[in-house]
């Protein structure tokens, strides 16, 4: 990445985009689909866990979008939204096709680990 492009990401997104430009440079997002065209992003977090994105309503399970977007308002996103949003634009995210069943069982993994 440009040094100019670099700085601007910086700008914009704040002590973030460096962390999610290194997530994307080690390849740890992860687009799921399903055969009915439902979509959602996993990305490996740099702690070894695994977050569930969503970019079409701008949501990450990880605590630090609960805690610095959601509760504090003091940022826009999270490390792991902007790597979802950079690999899409540079097309470096990894594809894993999955049945509606497996999807579903992502999901409710997800709630109940909130739960």
């Known amino acids: 990445v440009p040094d100019e ?14 962390p999610a430009l290194d997530l994307v440079d080690q390849r740890s997002v992860t687009r799921v689909r399903s055969p009915s065209g439902r979509t959602l992003y ?3 977090g740099s702690s070894g866990k695994l977050y569930t ?3 079409s309503c701008h949501f990450c399970t990880c605590p630090a979008f609960g ?3 959601l ?8 490390k792991h939204i902007l790597a979802v949003y950079l690999s899409q634009a540079m097309g470096a995210c990894q594809e894993l096709s999955v049945s ?3 999807l579903t069982n992502i999901l ?7 739960g």
């Open 100 to 102: 509606e069943e497996q």
């Open 67 to 69: 805690f610095s977007v």
């Open 42 to 44: 996993q990305v490996l």
């Open 5 to 18: 492009l670099l700085l601007g990401l910086k700008f914009i997104f704040g002590p973030c985009a460096v």
């Open 71 to 78: 509760q504090k308002n003091e940022s826009l996103l999270c």
């Open 53 to 55: 994105c969503y970019s």
């Open 108 to 114: 409710l993994a997800e709630e109940e680990d909130e």
